[in-house]
């Protein structure tokens, strides 16, 4: 593996390098908040940081319900296999398909 | 320039016989001169009506040309471009053609003037499309395909019915204003339903889009769901209920796409959140929203096109799609990474790309109009479409963990495909003019001003500093190899086991009938042989010995009986 090329994420600090510019940008979106004045079509829009908050909130909501959703609804992946049979092998079927045919 | 009256729909056939009759660079020539000459020529085309017919007592109009329709054709055209040149490489005739009629049935059906020939296209639509399911050959698309057949064709027939009760109360066929009157303003409104992906009639598409090939998924998510929105947009402009519909559309499916691992039916899902907007945009039904609609519509095609092409390009060099077996695909991919970012960021409505200039038409007309409920599930999910579909999609395909996979960069033809999409996203969302003097009604929306420029940019970036905080603190969840269940799980295993339950009940009435009938052939037959059976007292022979001792008995007592009576 040493002779390949190293590519650019291999390297964590230039994971940490993007990281930090999000940091930055939060924050500093954050801040702009308080300079612009900004036109508001809606009252909640009064509320500082609105849609930053909203947009946190909303995405921490969406993948906990998500998360919580799994427990009723996953099931294993052959869940539905036993909607073909044999009969379907003659119909010139496969399991990996003709994926190399348009190679 | 050679001009032609003909409606794209013949030009796009034509092109589908050449296609059948053709083989590889003549073929592929062919195929991208058509869009591109039908494309020419509807420029030139004047609006109003260009064919027309007597059909029985009722006027029929296959060729209309008007605003609304014009916007839907010109995006269909490039759309049809983009795939085209995105499945140049593709041997499989049945394929090329399907596409071909596919693309042509699409653009007949927004051209109809008229309701009845809107039904051949909208069949024509399910006909042609299947057969991309089906060319992938596996066995779950060839069931998934007959499924997908099926659900299409019933709205085909629920559109049938509905238009026959219309003609009969209307005396015409025009393919105006419907609304929600009347026996066939629901029938007509369940048919494009269906085809529109509404809450609950949705799952064909999360079944079948990801099952399709690598480059008919592309075929797929441009024109069917668009051609509802059209006719939508044609027949039920204002109807409340879409509102709420839409809104609907748009919030629940982006759960399923966080937990879902095959990677293009994360982007099947988002496509329905995305039809979301859109359907809120008619049911709001100002001239704004309905501009917002429209406009979304037209990006939509191009940058769901755009990552369908990326995710295809993924599964077609390693043959996986998977979030949970892919990753650091970039090292390996850095173009198909690239464009997918771009998709991303338009999907996501970053200022700049396409998403932007047009989703946030329909936000702000929903305020306008006073839905403020409406407003905030809008605003939901357009943080929850980034999450998904901006971060999600690249970061486990392209990034991650690095999977091992090392594969080649996407054959030329996608690549330029996905780079002509790509350029198209960032012209409409950087120069928003043309698209806008495009619209069916006057604009005077400035997308760019500071408040909407922060207000998204806060929003999308604290959803993406909430995706790096779950993925750090590990409540993101794992991608997972399953199945989630969804609305399809009513005909797929409940409805399925209730026939087996209803065919297993039947089973033991009809044994029981059996036995019981067993039962009375029994006693009729023990019956009989006991009279009738050859040692029983009716039905025995008897020995011949015995036979003559009876007659000599019989005769001796004639003979006593004659003699005597003397």
Same mark, same amino acid.
């Given at each position: 593996?040493?002779?390949?090329?190293?590519?650019?994420?291999?390297?964590?600090?230039?994971?940490?390098?993007?990281?930090?510019?999000?940091?930055?940008?939060?924050?500093?979106?954050?801040?702009?908040?308080?300079?612009?004045?900004?036109?508001?079509?809606?009252?909640?829009?009064?509320?500082?940081?609105?849609?930053?908050?909203?947009?946190?909130?909303?995405?921490?909501?969406?993948?906990?319900?998500?998360?919580?959703?799994?427990?009723?609804?996953?099931?294993?992946?052959?869940?539905?296999?036993?909607?073909?049979?044999?009969?379907?092998?003659?119909?010139?079927?496969?399991?990996?398909?003709?994926?190399?045919?348009?190679? | 320039?050679?001009?032609?009256?003909?409606?794209?729909?013949?030009?796009?056939?034509?092109?589908?016989?050449?296609?059948?009759?053709?083989?590889?660079?003549?073929?592929?020539?062919?195929?991208?001169?058509?869009?591109?000459?039908?494309?020419?020529?509807?420029?030139?085309?004047?609006?109003? #009506?260009?064919?027309?017919?007597?059909?029985?007592?009722?006027?029929?109009?296959?060729?209309?040309?008007?605003?609304? &329709?014009?916007?839907? !054709?010109?995006?269909?055209?490039?759309?049809?471009?983009?795939?085209?040149? @995105?499945?140049?490489?593709?041997?499989?005739?049945?394929?090329?053609?399907?596409? %071909?009629?596919?693309?042509?049935?699409?653009?007949?059906?927004?051209?109809?003037?008229?309701?009845?020939?809107?039904?051949?296209?909208?069949?024509?639509?399910?006909?042609?499309?299947?057969?991309?399911?089906?060319?992938?050959?596996?066995?779950?698309?060839?069931?998934?395909?007959?499924?997908?057949?099926?659900?299409?064709?019933?709205?085909?027939?629920?559109?049938?019915?509905?238009?026959?009760?219309?003609?009969?109360?209307?005396?015409?066929?025009?393919?105006?204003?419907?609304?929600?009157?009347?026996?066939?303003?629901?029938?007509?409104?369940?048919?494009?339903?269906?085809?529109? =992906?509404?809450?609950?009639?949705?799952?064909?598409?999360?079944?079948?889009?990801?099952?399709?090939?690598?480059?008919?998924?592309?075929?797929?998510?441009?024109?069917?769901?668009?051609?509802?929105?059209?006719?939508? =947009?044609?027949?039920?402009?204002?109807?409340?209920?879409?509102?709420?519909?839409?809104?609907?559309?748009?919030?629940?499916?982006?759960?399923?796409?966080?937990?879902?691992?095959?990677?293009?039916?994360?982007?099947?899902?988002?496509?329905?959140?995305?039809?979301?907007?859109?359907?809120?945009?008619?049911?709001?039904?100002?001239?704004?929203?309905?501009?917002?609609?429209?406009?979304?519509?037209?990006?939509?095609?191009?940058?769901?096109?755009?990552?369908? %092409?990326? %995710?295809?390009?993924?599964?077609?060099?390693?043959?996986?799609?998977?979030?949970?077996?892919?990753?650091?695909?970039?090292?390996?991919?850095?173009?198909?990474?690239?464009?997918?970012?771009?998709?991303?960021?338009?999907?996501? =409505?970053?200022?700049?790309?396409?998403?932007?200039?047009?989703? /946030?038409?329909?936000?702000?007309? !929903?305020?306008?109009?006073?839905?403020?409920?409406?407003?905030?599930?809008?605003?939901?999910?357009?943080?929850?479409?980034?999450?998904?579909?901006?971060?999600?999609?690249?970061?486990?395909?392209?990034?991650?963990?690095?999977?091992?996979?090392?594969?080649?960069?996407?054959?030329?033809?996608?690549?330029?495909?996905?780079?002509?999409? /790509?350029?198209?996203?960032?012209?409409?969302?950087?120069?928003?003019?043309?698209? *806008?003097?495009?619209?069916?009604?006057?604009?005077?929306?400035?997308? @760019?001003?500071?408040?909407?420029? $922060?207000?998204?940019?806060? $929003?999308?970036?604290?959803?993406?500093?909430?995706?790096?905080?779950?993925?750090?603190?590990?409540? @993101?969840?794992?991608?997972? %190899?399953?199945?989630? +269940?969804? &609305?399809?799980?009513?005909?797929?295993?409940?409805?399925?086991?209730?026939?087996?339950?209803?065919?297993?009940?039947?089973?033991?009435?009809?044994?029981?009938?059996?036995?019981?009938?067993?039962?009375?052939?029994?006693?009729?037959? /023990? *019956?009989?042989?006991?009279?009738?059976?050859?040692?029983?007292?009716?039905?025995?022979? #008897?020995?011949?010995?015995?036979?003559?001792?009876?007659?000599?008995? $019989?005769?001796?007592?004639? +003979?006593?009986?004659?003699?005597?009576?003397?």
């Amino acid at each position: 593996m040493d002779n390949k090329p190293k590519h650019i994420f291999d390297d964590p600090k230039n994971v940490k390098r993007v990281m930090h510019f999000l940091y930055a940008s939060c924050a500093l979106l954050f801040a702009l908040d308080f300079v612009i004045h900004r036109h508001v079509y809606h009252s909640w829009e009064n509320l500082w940081g609105f849609h930053a908050i909203y947009g946190f909130a909303g995405c921490v909501v969406l993948v906990i319900v998500a998360t919580w959703m799994r427990t009723f609804l996953m099931r294993s992946e052959d869940y539905y296999d036993d909607e073909w049979n044999t009969d379907l092998d003659e119909k010139n079927t496969s399991d990996t398909g003709a994926a190399n045919v348009d190679d | 320039m050679w001009m032609t009256d003909l409606p794209p729909f013949v030009l796009f056939f034509i092109g589908a016989l050449f296609a059948a009759l053709t083989r590889g660079r003549i073929r592929g020539f062919i195929m991208l001169a058509i869009p591109l000459f039908s494309a020419a020529n509807l420029w030139m085309m004047p609006e109003g #009506v260009h064919l027309q017919f007597a059909f029985m007592d009722y006027q029929l109009e296959p060729y209309k040309i008007d605003k609304l &329709s014009l916007m839907f !054709a010109y995006v269909f055209h490039i759309a049809a471009v983009i795939s085209i040149t @995105y499945s140049l490489h593709v041997k499989d005739t049945v394929q090329q053609v399907a596409g %071909m009629m596919y693309a042509g049935s699409a653009l007949g059906a927004v051209f109809a003037g008229d309701l009845l020939t809107l039904f051949v296209f909208w069949e024509l639509l399910a006909l042609t499309s299947v057969f991309l399911i089906w060319a992938r050959k596996t066995r779950r698309a060839y069931v998934v395909g007959l499924r997908y057949l099926i659900i299409q064709i019933f709205s085909g027939v629920l559109l049938l019915v509905g238009v026959l009760f219309y003609a009969t109360e209307k005396g015409t066929l025009d393919f105006q204003y419907i609304g929600l009157d009347g026996v066939y303003g629901w029938l007509i409104f369940f048919a494009i339903g269906i085809k529109c =992906a509404f809450p609950l009639l949705h799952n064909w598409l999360t079944d079948a889009y990801p099952e399709a090939t690598p480059t008919g998924t592309v075929f797929l998510s441009a024109f069917t769901t668009k051609v509802a929105v059209y006719a939508l =947009a044609r027949g039920y402009p204002g109807t409340e209920l879409l509102v709420y519909i839409g809104a609907a559309m748009t919030c629940f499916p982006i759960f399923w796409a966080v937990v879902e691992n095959d990677l293009r039916r994360v982007l099947a899902y988002s496509l329905i959140n995305q039809v979301g907007f859109m359907v809120c945009g008619i049911g709001i039904g100002t001239a704004l929203a309905i501009n917002g609609a429209v406009a979304h519509a037209f990006n939509d095609v191009i940058f769901k096109g755009l990552l369908f %092409m990326t %995710m295809g390009a993924v599964l077609h060099r390693t043959g996986k799609i998977n979030g949970s077996e892919l990753g650091g695909l970039y090292k390996s991919m850095p173009w198909t990474t690239g464009f997918c970012m771009v998709g991303a960021a338009s999907i996501s =409505a970053f200022p700049l790309f396409s998403g932007f200039v047009s989703k /946030s038409m329909v936000m702000v007309a !929903a305020l306008e109009e006073g839905h403020s409920i409406v407003w905030l599930m809008l605003l939901f999910a357009s943080a929850g479409v980034f999450h998904h579909a901006g971060i999600k999609i690249p970061f486990f395909a392209f990034f991650a963990h690095d999977s091992g996979i090392r594969t080649k960069e996407a054959p030329w033809n996608m690549l330029i495909a996905m780079g002509f999409a /790509s350029a198209l996203c960032i012209f409409n969302g950087s120069y928003p003019a043309v698209l *806008y003097s495009l619209l069916p009604y006057q604009v005077d929306y400035v997308p @760019y001003d500071g408040t909407h420029v $922060l207000a998204q940019m806060q $929003l999308l970036f604290f959803s993406a500093l909430a995706f790096v905080w779950l993925q750090r603190t590990g409540l @993101y969840p794992p991608e997972l %190899m399953s199945v989630n +269940l969804d &609305s399809d799980w009513f005909y797929r295993h409940l409805l399925k086991r209730l026939i087996q339950q209803i065919g297993y009940k039947l089973g033991q009435v009809n044994h029981r009938f059996n036995n019981q009938l067993i039962n009375i052939k029994c006693l009729v037959t /023990s *019956y009989l042989q006991h009279y009738f059976s050859p040692t029983s007292l009716f039905g025995g022979t #008897v020995k011949t010995g015995v036979a003559v001792a009876w007659i000599s008995v $019989l005769l001796l007592m004639i +003979l006593i009986a004659a003699f005597s009576s003397k």
